[in-house]
């Protein structure tokens, strides 16, 4: 996808995330000074476990810097955000926030003024064609030139959403068959999206909460995308999978995560953020604290590397003596 239609997809996340800082006073705060995230949170009267987040969003967005443990203003957040200064746009950025749900009516009013009802169901569905979305967009790809499945007829895709990634590795690997595992109503979508498929005569839709119930016996690779961001649940998960792998079996881990080693995985530090918005009381991994989990759990990770420019897939083994 090019970078700037991206851009602009992603824009109402990175305004809505610049508009806390500056509520917050962040940059004001801040000034010429350097502060630790606890520091911050102290002065700005914020959340302190959610404002870390937001700080790493805000460095991966070139407005902060980051080094030792402690955030700084970048030249143009100094110039621009910090009150009181001869350009500060602060205002004018609130200012379209709160004019924000006129435009959220835009759609009813071009459409003959039809009001649209908030429909559960229509939500749900747009969720996971969303996601489809995003796998379509060199995720899937991606992901079937990294892992190799030539020694595993037998793959379970834990929470597969659309099913876009069990279809795209059948596709490669002819003899593979794949039961996608997920939720009842996420897998009246995925029937859509697999059934349009030839590859749907090796696909298996079951109902299963991952978390809680048993995923299959000897497995030979379970897939687990988008589905292992809360520690809590992603712990519950990976012990499932353990349970289910024969030894040898593989895992593979694929989702949109922050990694604080380096400041270019803008995306996962803005979904790290949506997260958060969706659920403020849940521990969201980052790349780092995902690894460790996965290794507590007892597998021996083999490789961790970008997938594209917005995800990361880390693949694992159940040792052999398991």
Not at 26 to 48: H, Y
Not at 74 to 99: A, C, K, M, V
């Amino acid at each position: 996808m090019e970078k700037s239609i991206f851009d602009l997809v992603i824009a109402p996340w990175k305004t809505a995330i610049l508009n806390t800082a500056i509520r917050l006073k962040v940059f004001t705060v801040l000034s010429d000074r350097q502060m630790s995230a606890e520091t911050i949170a102290a002065q700005t009267d914020a959340n302190g476990a959610f404002l870390p987040a937001i700080l790493n969003a805000l460095v991966c967005m070139g407005l902060l810097q980051f080094q030792k443990d402690k955030y700084r203003n970048t030249h143009l957040s100094r110039i621009y955000f910090i009150e009181g200064g001869p350009y500060y746009l602060g205002d004018f950025i609130q200012l379209l926030i709160n004019e924000s749900s006129n435009w959220n009516r835009l759609f009813s009013k071009v459409s003959k003024g039809k009001e649209l009802l908030d429909d559960a169901d229509d939500s749900y569905r747009t969720f996971i064609k969303g996601m489809h979305n995003m796998g379509m967009l060199g995720e899937a790809d991606a992901l079937v030139r990294s892992v190799d499945l030539s020694d595993c007829p037998f793959l379970i895709d834990a929470g597969g959403g659309s099913g876009i990634y069990s279809i795209y590795l059948c596709q490669k690997y002819p003899d593979l068959k794949s039961t996608i595992l997920d939720r009842h109503e996420t897998l009246a979508v995925t029937n859509e999206f697999v059934s349009k498929h030839k590859e749907s005569e090796r696909i298996e839709l079951r109902e299963c909460d991952i978390s809680k119930e048993k995923l299959g016996d000897n497995i030979d690779a379970v897939l687990l995308s988008d589905v292992t961001y809360d520690e809590a649940e992603a712990g519950s998960i990976l012990r499932n999978v353990w349970k289910c792998l024969r030894p040898k079996g593989h895992l593979i881990v694929r989702g949109y995560y922050f990694d604080p080693q380096t400041s270019s995985s803008l995306f996962g530090a803005l979904f790290t953020v949506n997260q958060l918005v969706i659920d403020s009381n849940r521990k969201i991994l980052t790349l780092p604290t995902l690894q460790a989990l996965i290794e507590k759990t007892g597998f021996t990770i083999t490789k961790v590397s970008p997938l594209t420019e917005r995800s990361f897939i880390i693949m694992a083994a159940k040792p052999a003596n398991s």
